[in-house]
């Protein structure tokens, strides 16, 4: 790296040792690199065939006005979103906000009260569990509106845990909740295999039990998706891995033809959800931005490599650990003190496009138990596909590292985060 190292000494003022740090992570990580690139190849052949059935033209790059009745930039979207994830149907709408919108849609649509939903993987991430009604089931909560809860805990190595499941199970759950990625937790994702491995025992037990994933931070990061190994149905964000760092907003739900109906109509009128709704000029970027998804993703995975191996040889502990198998873009690492976090992430907010002179500061968010810091100067607000860090503030004090639409400018984020943290005198081993 000796030009870059030249170019960030002069206009970032870089400590130089940091590019010996650098291309040592660099080599550590080639070999993955390679496998991250083929994983692409094969998801980038997958959405290019469902474009190619659907039979995308220009014609459908045209959004609708109006109530959008036989609207074919939608119906295109949800067509090829539905070839690609292997489902009957998809729900694709700009009128989905966030991951936690399209996972509460998903659940409000089927379950009514004295109906049972069972987490499979624990206590949800914050914002779920309000929606949930987990610790208090208050005001349009699930638990206030009648719907029962239970929650099986994870083992101590965070892996779903069969005897706990196998006895929730006995008081015949309507739909088992499975959270595919970390959330603010050290547990590793979820495989799509362990999930293939959870779904067969669930569905033994009961084949009328609709298994719901959480895919949030996971599309396009192992060669198949959950609803490709007997998922019913499943939900994530735009503006997170299938956004391709494009889409300005947005969700989508997929799954069996009957949940997706539901869900439409809950987010629409009844009986009206599949047939109404424009993207309100917006179909061009979703759809360019899922046709890029696949290769996006990818640079977002070697960044959050490139993090997870010279961190480690910095001493810090990363989850996923490097040559460890990985299911989402998140980096976990645990920078053991409130001040590292700040460090970090005011790096990591130095290094973005959009607003590089804020100072990310830890506040109260809706829907989180503590305080949260979160850098990232994204093109479109709360993107995490782009470079983004976040973290609660609570002991042990890790951050979280996610995205990136290139992985040169992961290298130089995260490289910005490490000197600041070195500004704060955290050296964690005789390289510094």
């Keep these: 790296m000796p030009d870059l190292c030249s170019y960030l000494q002069e206009k970032y003022q870089m400590d130089p040792e940091f590019c010996d740090l650098a291309r040592q992570a660099e080599q550590k990580a080639r070999p993955e690199f390679e496998q991250i690139d083929e994983t692409a190849k094969i998801n980038q052949a997958r959405v290019l065939n469902a474009f190619r059935e659907a039979g995308i033209s220009e014609y459908h790059l045209r959004d609708g006005n109006g109530y959008g009745y036989g609207d074919p930039g939608r119906e295109g979207l949800e067509e090829v979103y539905a070839l690609s994830f292997g489902t009957e149907a998809a729900l694709v709408r700009a009128q989905i906000i966030s991951g936690t919108h399209a996972i509460s849609l998903a659940l409000e649509s089927i379950l ?24 208090e089931a208050e005001g349009r909560s699930l638990c206030g509106r009648g719907i029962i809860y239970r929650e099986a805990s994870l083992t101590k190595e ?29 547990r590793p994702a979820l495989s799509v295999q362990e999930i293939y491995d959870l779904v067969r025992f669930i569905k033994d037990h009961d084949s009328n039990i609709i298994c719901f994933v959480d895919n949030c931070y996971g599309e396009f990061v192992e060669e198949r998706e959950p609803t490709h190994v007997g998922v019913d149905f499943m939900a994530g964000s735009l503006i997170k891995n299938p956004g391709g ?15 997706v109906t539901k869900a439409a109509d809950r987010l629409i009128a009844p009986g009206l959800g599949q047939n109404m709704g424009t993207n309100l000029g917006l179909g061009p970027l979703l759809y360019q931005g899922f046709f890029l998804s696949p290769h996006i993703v990818a640079e977002a995975l070697k960044g959050a490599l490139f993090a997870s191996h010279l961190f480690t040889i910095l001493g810090f502990e990363t989850s996923p650990a490097p040559g460890s198998r990985r299911s989402d ?14 460090a970090f992430c ?19 968010l809706p829907g989180y138990q503590d305080k949260v810091i979160m850098a990232g100067g994204t093109f479109v607000q709360g993107s995490s596909i782009e470079l983004t860090a ?36 955290k050296k964690a081993t005789a390289t510094w």
Excluded at 245 to 259: E, F, T
């Design 158 to 186: 965070g892996k779903p845990d069969y005897e706990k499941i196998r006895k929730l199970l006995m008081e015949k759950p309507r739909a088992v909740l499975i959270q595919r990625s970390r959330g603010y937790s050290w």
């Design 112 to 135: 009514t009260p004295g109906d049972l939903l069972l987490s499979a993987t624990g206590t949800p991430y914050d914002t779920l569990a309000k929606i949930i009604g987990v610790s």
């Design 390 to 425: 976040d973290a609660p503030m609570r002991s042990p004090y890790i951050v979280y590292l996610q995205g990136c639409l290139s992985y040169a400018h992961a290298v130089i984020g995260i490289l910005q985060g490490v000197q600041e943290l070195q500004c704060l005198g």
């Design 245 to 259: 760092g494009l889409a300005p907003s947005g969700g989508y739900l997929v799954g069996r033809r009957d949940l």
């Design 346 to 364: 005011r790096g990591i907010q130095k290094a973005s496009p959009v607003d590089s002179r804020a100072v990310p500061v830890a506040s109260s």
């Design 329 to 342: 873009i998140v980096q976990a690492i645990k920078l053991n003190d409130e001040e590292g976090v700040k």
